[in-house]
T-cell receptor, first 112, second 114 residues
Framework: QKEVEQDPGPLSVPEGAIVSLNCTYSNSAFQYFMWYRQYSRKGPELLMYTYSSGNKEDGRFTAQVDKSSKYISLFIRDSQPSDSATYLCAMKEGSNTGKLIFGQGTTLQVKP | EAQVTQNPRYLITVTGKKLTVTCSQNMNHEYMSWYRQDPGLGLRQIYYSMNVEVTDKGDVPEGYKVSRKEKRNFPLILESPSPNQTSLYFC?????????????FGSGTRLTVV
């Protein structure tokens, strides 16, 4: 079993839809949770970051962490064609570590 | 401009011919790391370094070497490349003790071993 599981999709939605992306994990020591966005032929870029459990909102993006269920989510409201990309979740145990584990990534296509 | 620079962007080589992929960052980051990205497997960490002369194995270190002699540089060395090392490679860097910043990634190196 992989430490971090993510449905690779692809996920196709119409413009304006609410998108839900999810990851599950098995390591209860994870404390820092991140979402990266990767456009085609580019390196991943940090989109959202959450420490421990709870919600975090940034514009149209909301990240949620449920440590009791070992489950994290990224919601995108009013999705746009420019949101079409691969979204990767990532996690690490502490701030003082360079070991960052990624999920497989979910490919999202937002159709105009 | 703050960035992580990898070279080369594309590389085709033959089995067994030693190669080095360079990585440099200009942000004074303590942490640096190498990942490979393969379809269906996502990003897998090869090695990471938390400071000069300090390196640790990631999840897939076999067949790779790294060194961190200077803070800004973190080269990836394939002593005897094999076809199963054909992949897209990313170098990344971040500050220490700032979980919120995450890694900043380079643009990638697409390696093909024939």
């Amino acid at each position: 079993q992989k430490e971090v599981e993510q449905d690779p999709g692809p996920l196709s939605v119409p413009e304006g839809a609410i998108v839900s992306l999810n990851c599950t994990y098995s390591n209860s020591a994870f404390q820092y949770f991140m979402w990266y966005r990767q456009y085609s032929r580019k390196g991943p870029e940090l989109l959202m970051y959450t420490y421990s459990s709870g919600n975090k909102e940034d514009g149209r993006f909301t990240a949620q962490v449920d440590k009791s269920s070992k489950y994290i989510s990224l919601f995108i409201r009013d999705s746009q064609p420019s949101d079409s990309a691969t979204y990767l979740c990532a996690m690490k145990e502490g701030s003082n570590t360079g070991k960052l584990i990624f999920g497989q990534g979910t490919t999202l296509q937002v159709k105009p | 401009e703050a960035q992580v620079t990898q070279n080369p962007r594309y590389l085709i080589t033959v089995t067994g011919k030693k190669l080095t992929v360079t990585c440099s960052q200009n942000m004074n980051h303590e942490y640096m790391s190498w990942y490979r990205q393969d379809p269906g497997l996502g990003l897998r960490q090869i090695y990471y370094s938390m400071n000069v002369e300090v390196t640790d194995k990631g999840d897939v270190p076999e067949g790779y070497k790294v060194s961190r002699k200077e803070k800004r540089n973190f080269p990836l060395i394939l002593e005897s490349p094999s076809p199963n090392q054909t992949s897209l490679y990313f170098c990344a860097s971040s500050f220490r003790d700032r979980g919120s910043t995450g890694y900043t990634f380079g643009s990638g190196t697409r390696l093909t071993v024939v």
